[in-house]
């Protein structure tokens, strides 16, 4: 997989982190290899969201919180779908629940929405 780099942004980490996501939704099976999936959600969630921010940084526009980094972006056209992008806000915070093997299913079933709109976001910042 090649590096790549928007300015000075490397969205390598991104890439890696999204390819791993995907292996672990396709592969997990057990509860234990459900958790890993999710804690490949959580790192996918939070690169999303930092680039996001160093993507409107690049722009001129600040941000701090991942609400309003996503609000921002919608605005900015990096993400399509605003309410999805809030929802995985919710299963993010969720997430330090995992043990409660009733949400940890919950977000499981939930990580291929996620991963298709990441998906996107990733097309878009790949053709800027």
Known sequence: MA???LGDLNIDPILKAQAFLKMAIESARSDLEK???IQAFEIC???SWKTMKRILSYRGIEANSPREVFRLA???KLINEL???FEFIEKRNLTTHVYNLKIAEE????LPSFFQELDLFISKIRSL
Not at 107 to 110: A, N, P, R, T
């Open 107 to 110: 977000i499981f079933v939930f």
């Open 45 to 47: 969630y939070e690169l």
């Open 3 to 5: 590096v790549l780099i």
């Open 35 to 37: 958790a890993g999936a």
């Open 74 to 76: 919608a605005r900015e």
């Open 83 to 85: 309410d999805k992008w």
